[in-house]
Protein backbone atom coordinates (compact mmCIF):
# COMPACT_ATOMS: atom_id res chain seq x y z
CA UNK A 1 0.00 0.00 0.00
CA UNK A 2 0.93 3.56 -0.69
CA UNK A 3 0.17 6.11 1.59
CA UNK A 4 -2.02 9.04 -0.27
CA UNK A 5 -3.29 12.22 1.17
CA UNK A 6 -6.48 14.51 -0.45
CA UNK A 7 -6.78 18.10 -0.02
CA UNK A 8 -8.93 20.83 -1.57
CA UNK A 9 -12.12 20.33 -0.80
CA UNK A 10 -14.24 22.87 0.43
CA UNK A 11 -18.07 24.57 0.17
CA UNK A 12 -18.55 25.96 -2.89
CA UNK A 13 -22.17 27.21 -4.82
CA UNK A 14 -23.80 25.27 -7.41
CA UNK A 15 -21.82 25.95 -10.77
CA UNK A 16 -19.02 26.80 -8.89
CA UNK A 17 -15.17 24.90 -9.31
CA UNK A 18 -13.09 23.19 -7.33
CA UNK A 19 -9.78 21.68 -8.04
CA UNK A 20 -8.68 18.32 -5.39
CA UNK A 21 -5.05 17.30 -5.34
CA UNK A 22 -3.80 14.37 -4.00
CA UNK A 23 -0.53 13.51 -2.89
CA UNK A 24 1.42 9.76 -2.64
CA UNK A 25 4.09 9.25 0.08
CA UNK A 26 5.94 6.44 -2.06
CA UNK A 27 7.26 8.38 -5.16
CA UNK A 28 9.23 5.57 -6.11
CA UNK A 29 6.35 3.20 -6.34
CA UNK A 30 4.33 3.03 -10.35
CA UNK A 31 0.84 2.43 -9.65
CA UNK A 32 -1.36 1.19 -12.87
CA UNK A 33 -4.28 3.07 -12.06
CA UNK A 34 -5.01 6.33 -10.15
CA UNK A 35 -8.53 6.99 -9.34
CA UNK A 36 -10.92 9.68 -7.26
CA UNK A 37 -14.31 7.86 -5.50
CA UNK A 38 -16.92 9.40 -3.53
CA UNK A 39 -19.62 8.76 -0.88
CA UNK A 40 -22.21 10.38 0.35
CA UNK A 41 -22.95 9.78 4.31
CA UNK A 42 -24.76 6.70 4.38
CA UNK A 43 -23.75 5.42 0.97
CA UNK A 44 -21.49 3.10 -0.67
CA UNK A 45 -18.22 4.97 -2.26
CA UNK A 46 -18.91 5.42 -6.23
CA UNK A 47 -16.50 5.58 -9.31
CA UNK A 48 -15.68 9.42 -9.99
CA UNK A 49 -12.59 9.45 -12.70
CA UNK A 50 -9.55 6.90 -13.20
CA UNK A 51 -5.94 7.53 -15.25
CA UNK A 52 -4.51 4.53 -16.44
CA UNK A 53 -0.56 4.63 -16.48
CA UNK A 54 -0.75 6.21 -20.21
CA UNK A 55 -2.53 8.53 -18.71
CA UNK A 56 -5.92 7.64 -20.48
CA UNK A 57 -9.02 8.90 -18.25
CA UNK A 58 -12.12 7.21 -17.65
CA UNK A 59 -15.11 8.85 -16.20
CA UNK A 60 -18.40 7.96 -14.45
CA UNK A 61 -21.00 9.59 -16.74
CA UNK A 62 -22.32 10.93 -13.92
CA UNK A 63 -19.41 13.77 -14.19
CA UNK A 64 -18.56 13.69 -17.86
CA UNK A 65 -17.54 16.91 -19.58
CA UNK A 66 -17.30 18.51 -16.23
CA UNK A 67 -15.04 16.82 -14.30
CA UNK A 68 -11.10 16.44 -15.67
CA UNK A 69 -8.74 13.77 -14.02
CA UNK A 70 -4.81 14.47 -14.78
CA UNK A 71 -1.31 13.57 -13.16
CA UNK A 72 1.78 15.25 -12.66
CA UNK A 73 4.03 12.37 -12.43
CA UNK A 74 7.57 13.94 -11.10
CA UNK A 75 5.87 15.07 -7.83
CA UNK A 76 3.70 11.45 -7.52
CA UNK A 77 0.02 14.05 -7.83
CA UNK A 78 -3.15 13.46 -9.03
CA UNK A 79 -5.72 16.00 -9.64
CA UNK A 80 -9.49 16.45 -10.22
CA UNK A 81 -10.76 19.63 -11.77
CA UNK A 82 -14.15 19.99 -10.96
CA UNK A 83 -16.48 22.26 -12.86
CA UNK A 84 -20.64 22.97 -13.21
CA UNK A 85 -20.66 21.59 -9.91
CA UNK A 86 -23.76 20.52 -8.75
CA UNK A 87 -25.59 20.50 -4.80
CA UNK A 88 -25.34 16.06 -5.72
CA UNK A 89 -22.24 16.37 -6.52
CA UNK A 90 -21.43 16.77 -2.47
CA UNK A 91 -19.55 13.97 -0.76
CA UNK A 92 -16.27 12.83 0.61
CA UNK A 93 -13.89 12.33 -2.19
CA UNK A 94 -11.59 9.93 -2.24
CA UNK A 95 -8.00 8.84 -3.75
CA UNK A 96 -7.45 5.66 -4.67
CA UNK A 97 -4.28 3.53 -6.20
CA UNK A 98 -3.63 0.32 -7.45
CA UNK A 99 -0.14 -0.85 -7.89
CA UNK A 100 -0.62 -3.33 -10.81
CA UNK A 101 -2.38 -4.05 -13.80
CA UNK A 102 -6.42 -5.16 -13.81
CA UNK A 103 -7.11 -7.51 -16.95
CA UNK A 104 -10.46 -6.14 -18.16
CA UNK A 105 -8.79 -2.30 -18.04
CA UNK A 106 -9.72 0.76 -15.60
CA UNK A 107 -11.14 -0.87 -12.78
CA UNK A 108 -14.05 0.99 -11.34
CA UNK A 109 -14.99 -0.77 -8.57
CA UNK A 110 -13.68 -0.01 -4.95
CA UNK A 111 -12.17 -3.09 -4.18
CA UNK A 112 -9.99 -3.33 -7.08
CA UNK A 113 -7.47 -0.79 -5.46
CA UNK A 114 -5.22 -1.04 -2.71
CA UNK A 115 -4.61 2.21 -1.67
CA UNK A 116 -6.68 4.99 -0.13
CA UNK A 117 -6.37 8.27 1.81
CA UNK A 118 -8.63 10.04 4.33
CA UNK A 119 -10.95 11.79 1.75
CA UNK A 120 -11.82 15.26 1.69
CA UNK A 121 -15.18 17.20 2.16
CA UNK A 122 -16.49 18.64 -0.66
CA UNK A 123 -20.00 20.73 -0.11
CA UNK A 124 -22.12 22.22 -3.08
CA UNK A 125 -24.62 24.81 -2.15
CA UNK A 126 -27.71 25.63 -4.11
Known amino acids: QVQLVESGGGLVQAGGSLRLSCTASDRTRSNAYMAWFRQVSGKDRTFVAA???????YYADSVKGRFIISRDTAVSALYLDMSSLKVEDTAIYFC????????????????????WGQGTQVTVSS
Open 96 to 115: AARRNEHPYGIPVAEVSYDS
Open 51 to 57: LNSYGTP
